[in-house]
């Protein structure tokens, strides 16, 4: 099993859709995790932070699921320009481990 | 604030020529990070430098690489002697705290160099 896991899509959606993407981490040590955006051959970006509770950030929402190990992102209200792929990270708290970028989930907004 | 600098953005070479790839991390973040990405593995930590020290060179892919880190704005990652299943994207990318990341203080990635190798 990999360390994380995302669907690869790609997701092709309407402008105006809501999407969600679900990434699994399979290290229990795991302590933060992260949302990260990377356009067509350009560098991966942080998007969002993701918190225990839950958190938005304008149209994105990121939550967190301990117990079963996953986080998630939604996308309400697609634009074209949320075109991308987007990558999951999972940073541990102990050494030992790395932090470990997931393979990434490609996203289509079709107008 | 200038991010992360990479260069050449652009490489194109031959099999078996060596190639030398240089990164400037963001002022004031101690940790460095060379990575690859390829589609079919994705993005790859080659290795982990703190404090200009390497800590993780496991990601290393075989003795034809070597990556140093002489100074706190300098680290080159060369590729000796080059060969076509070298050519990827190589990002280099620091942090304010290692390998670690926290909200508010996470990783940061140079623009790449696109490295293929003919």
């Known amino acids: 099993r990999k360390e994380v896991e995302q669907d690869p899509g790609p997701f092709n959606v309407p402008e105006g859709a809501t999407v969600a993407f679900n990434c699994t981490y399979s290290?229990?040590?795991?302590?933060?995790f992260f949302w990260y955006r990377q356009d067509c051959r350009k560098e991966p970006k942080l998007l969002m932070s993701v918190y225990s509770s839950g958190n938005e950030d304008g149209r994105f929402t990121a939550q967190l699921n301990r117990a079963s190990q996953y986080i998630s992102l939604l996308i309400r209200d697609s634009k074209l320009s949320d075109s991308a792929t987007y990558l999951c990270?999972?940073?541990?708290?102990?050494?030992?481990?790395?932090?470990?970028f997931g393979a990434g989930t490609r996203l289509f907004v079709k107008a | 604030d200038a991010g992360v600098i990479q260069s050449p953005r652009h490489e194109v070479t031959e099999m078996g020529q060596e190639v030398t790839l240089r990164c400037k991390p963001i002022s004031g973040h101690n940790s460095l990070f060379w990575y690859r990405q390829t589609m079919m593995r994705g993005l790859e930590l080659l290795i982990y430098?703190?404090?200009?020290?390497?800590?993780?060179d496991s990601g290393m892919p075989e003795d034809r690489f070597s990556a140093k880190m002489p100074n706190a704005s300098f680290s080159t990652l060369k590729i000796q002697p080059s060969e076509p299943r070298d050519s990827a994207v190589y990002f280099c990318?620091?942090?304010?705290?290692?390998?670690?990341?926290?909200?508010?203080?996470?990783?940061?990635f140079g623009e790449g160099s696109w490295l293929t190798v003919v």
């Open positions: 430098f703190n404090n200009n020290v390497p800590i993780d």
């Open positions: 290290n229990s040590a795991s302590q933060s």
């Open positions: 990270v999972v940073s541990p708290n102990t050494g030992g481990f790395k932090t470990i």
């Open positions: 990318a620091s942090s304010p705290t290692g390998m670690y990341l926290r909200p508010g203080n996470t990783i940061y």
